[in-house]
């Protein structure tokens, strides 16, 4: 069963940057069927994918965080993880990361893990 | 960007009705070589991250009771619970998967009336 778990601090400084890491266990990143994605949902609102990262490093983001976002992977520890730069109180969020698309790029999000809420804040 | 938006807002539906929810796409998410649909829906239950139920638009995930139903095609989508039940209370959100960045619809509130 592929289980993911986001960690992280929950509080930022505006102009900072966030840094959140993503643990994978019961499916090796390495295994080149998927990539791995970070979602995020401001609280009480709707969910923004940010972007995806292939084993290999490869990376893909959404324009909309207007290159402030980095996806990077540690094969080794099975984790992958999130910079955020710039930050402002509009990226508090819980941030999510998922197993998905596959490496055809086509396909949902599927697991989750629980969630990890980072506030921006003075 | 590919816009997905839902309708309604929110709905609340006796338990055993049907509730109905509907999903729009800016642009069709029907791929021509396979004529498969490019969009999923997942349900968020209050604490908990998003949980895929439906994907390429009719295909019912591993687990999920069958009163779940997903249909449409190109541009317009609908999930259908046949039968509310209590357990159903939730978020119910539509993703295209047809082009990045990928985007989700801004969520349907199901409750009980």
């Known amino acids: 069963q592929v289980q993911l778990q986001e960690s992280g601090p929950g509080l930022a400084k505006p102009s900072q940057t966030l840094s959140l890491t993503c643990t994978v266990s019961?499916?090796?990143?390495?295994?080149?069927?998927?990539?791995w994605s970070w979602i995020r949902q401001p609280p009480g609102k709707g969910l923004e994918w940010i972007g995806y990262?292939?084993?290999?490093?490869?990376?893909y983001y959404n324009p909309s965080l207007k290159s402030r976002a980095a996806i990077s992977v540690d094969t080794s520890k099975n984790q992958f993880s999130l910079n955020l730069r710039s930050v402002t109180a509009a990226d508090t969020a819980v941030y999510y990361c998922?197993?998905?698309?596959?490496?055809?790029?086509?396909?949902?999000?599927?697991?989750w893990g629980q969630g990890t809420l980072v506030t921006v804040s003075s | 960007d590919i816009v997905m938006t839902q309708s309604p807002d929110s709905l609340a539906v006796s338990l055993g009705e049907r509730a109905t929810i509907n999903c729009k796409s800016s642009?069709?998410?029907?791929?021509?070589?396979?004529?498969?649909?490019?969009l999923a829906w997942y349900q968020q239950k209050p604490g908990q991250p998003p949980k895929v139920l439906i994907y390429?638009?009719?295909t019912r995930e591993s687990g999920v009771p069958d009163r779940f139903s997903g249909s449409g095609s190109g541009t317009d989508f609908t999930l259908t619970i046949s039968s509310l039940q209590a357990e159903d209370v939730a978020v119910y959100y539509c993703?295209?998967?047809?082009?990045?960045?990928?985007?989700f619809g801004q969520g349907t509130k199901v409750e009980i009336k």
């Open positions: 993703q295209q998967y047809y082009s990045t960045p990928y985007t």
């Open positions: 019961g499916a090796s990143i390495s295994s080149g069927n998927y990539y």
């Open positions: 990262i292939y084993y290999s490093g490869s990376t």
């Open positions: 998922a197993r998905g698309p596959v490496t055809t790029g086509f396909s949902w999000f599927d697991p």
């Open positions: 390429w638009a009719s």
């Open positions: 642009q069709s998410v029907l791929s021509s070589s396979n004529i498969k649909s490019y």
